[in-house]
């Protein structure tokens, strides 16, 4: 799971990379999605 440093992190490399930063985003919005439906 990303913590917020290591999003930070990824967000200073992929600075003016926005294909990178959404591909980014969309795991985390997509693991968050998974864990919440594996829960329920």
């Known amino acids: 799971m990303l ?3 290591a ?3 990824e967000y200073r490399m992929r600075r003016g990379n ?5 591909a980014v985003y969309a795991a985390i919005l997509g693991t968050m999605a998974w864990t919440a439906m ?3």
């Open 3 to 5: 913590t917020r440093d």
């Open 7 to 9: 999003l930070i992190r």
């Open 18 to 22: 926005l294909p990178g930063l959404l």
């Open 38 to 40: 594996s829960i329920v």
